[in-house]
């Protein structure tokens, strides 16, 4: 009896961890009536939607200071080259001053459960894009989220600086030239490409599996879309939509 019990429970496993799981891009702003992307707002909506994690951008003023935000600028301003004290003037469309990445995981840890899917953007100067890797990385730890984060980056450079200062953080590429042999030779742990990527590339999901790579894709709206890449067994859709995905 006890052999069945363990049998079903292992067989129960397997099918919870075969589930494509869902992460909020930019937090779930696609509300009624909508809200910011990127805001303190959309990750408590995407928190109480209780789905495996919520995405944002960092990016960092011309001062140093770590913000959230997709565009490299805010309304007119560029953001690495504004100190942050003038980014903080002009407030988000739905009232929020921007948030500092402080400020955004300080909202991330009030729900453990919820995923913090931290996008460092890249910059066209690599000693820049290794600050902002280096003090992204140094918050997460001071702030003891190593374990509730996890990285995406379009900058291979960004990729490979994360694993360097720590090795354990599960580190996706964004951009999807890259093979999952050479995501596994370049020693990060997946691939988050975009559709489009995948339907090129029929083997990709399979062959990320077999080396044990984690799937994950953006930014899937389309519910068909969303149904065949779970059909393939894709760990983890990035989407606008996370209400319509949730449970299905
Ligand atoms: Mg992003």
């Given amino acids: 009896m006890k052999k069945v019990f363990c049998s079903l429970t292992l067989v129960t496993t397997m099918f919870i961890n ?4 869902i992460i909020a891009h930019r937090g779930f702003w696609n509300t009624q009536p909508k809200t910011s992307e990127n805001s303190i707002k959309a990750l408590e909506n995407a928190q109480q939607l209780k789905i495996y994690g919520a995405e944002f951008d960092v990016q960092m003023s011309k001062d ?28 988000l469309s739905n009232g929020e001053k921007i948030p500092t990445l402080k400020d955004y995981l300080k909202q991330g840890k009030k729900d453990a459960s919820v995923k913090l899917i931290v996008e ?43 694993k360097k200062l720590a090795p354990d953080f599960k580190v996706q590429y964004l951009r999807g030239e890259l093979s999952p042999q050479q995501i596994k030779e370049a020693g990060l742990d997946g691939l988050d490409y975009h559709y489009s990527v995948f339907e090129k590339n029929p083997t990709w999901i399979s062959e990320a599996k077999a080396l044990g790579l984690i799937t994950n894709s953006w930014t899937v709206n389309d519910l068909d879309v969303y149904l065949k890449l779970k059909s393939q067994g894709l760990d983890f859709v990035t989407t606008n939509t996370p209400d319509m995905f949730n449970g299905k």
């Fill in 18 to 21: 075969a589930q494509t799981q």
């Fill in 64 to 91: 140093g200071v770590l913000v959230v935000n997709h565009d490299e600028h805010h309304g007119k301003m560029e953001i690495s080259q504004t100190d942050f004290s003038d980014l903080r003037k002009l407030k």
């Fill in 120 to 162: 460092i953007k890249p910059i066209d100067s690599e000693a820049r894009e290794n600050e902002v890797t280096e003090k992204t990385v140094a918050l997460i730890k001071k702030m003891k989220l190593e374990s509730q984060c996890e990285f995406i980056s379009f900058s291979l450079n960004i990729c490979k600086q994360i």
